[in-house]
């Protein structure tokens, strides 16, 4: 019972967190010159095109974007591989990547408003640059937890459709579809509200990862109440 608490715990984390990467791909790719920060394989295509077209800026733009996402990942492996005890539903370590990958995200909140929500030249290949470095470092955490993902849902996508095909119902689907939908759904958030309202975009990516971190801290401050008690 206590495991499958925390696995709910966990998977109701990745719901979450997925939110954010739909608003932060959605602004990306509407705002910051049609590219994206975590569908990397998307990104890859992009850079092909721009080969192919002999477009300058878009080499650029997709260019940044491999390469910040590469230094995410750079970043977020040594904290998110930092592991304590074994077994844990969600490791100390995988918050700490994700307060790493906070950090990024408030930067990019920083420039984003200073420049109006219409950043140009250097400006917008570095907020494309910490978009993609964040959404690195918030692969690397969630690679931690195992077979899970809230940046590539390819092969999410797959498995849930294989699943449902086959009706061969695996341990948790109801995650795959949550982030399936969540991603969705930032995306749909994200990319109104920097359309629209581009002041308030900050709030939408950081608001679920910030959530994630805090119920990840609580989950674990409470967890030693939840063990087993001993026999006087």
Request: net charge positive.
């Amino acid at each position: 019972m206590k495991r499958s608490w925390q696995g709910g715990a966990r998977d109701g984390l990745l719901v979450l967190l997925t939110l954010t990467t739909g608003a932060v791909d959605a602004s990306c790719f509407l705002h910051l010159g049609n590219v994206f920060s975590s569908v990397i394989t998307g990104n890859l295509v992009l850079l092909g095109v721009a080969v192919a077209t002999q477009s300058g800026s878009l080499a650029i733009h997709s260019g940044t974007a491999l390469a910040g996402y590469a230094a995410g990942v750079l970043i977020g492996a040594p904290i998110a591989t930092r592991r304590g005890s074994g077994g844990e539903t969600w490791p100390p370590s995988v918050t700490a990547t994700l307060v790493a990958e906070f950090c990024v995200l408030a930067g990019f909140s920083v420039g984003w408003e200073l420049t109006g929500g219409s950043p140009g030249g250097t400006a917008r290949l570095l907020l494309i640059a910490g978009l993609a470095m964040a959404m690195g470092i918030q692969s690397a955490a969630v690679r931690e937890l195992g077979g899970m993902s809230t940046t590539y849902l390819t092969g999410t996508l797959t498995a849930v459709i294989a699943e449902l095909a086959t009706r061969d119902r695996k341990p948790g689907l109801a995650r795959s579809v949550g982030v399936l939908v969540a991603i969705v759904s930032g995306a749909v958030a994200g990319g109104l509200v920097a359309g629209h309202a581009p002041a308030w975009l900050p709030a939408v990516i950081l608001a679920p990862l910030a959530g994630v971190v805090i119920a990840s801290v609580t989950l674990e401050a409470v967890k030693p109440a939840s063990g087993p008690r001993r026999d006087r």
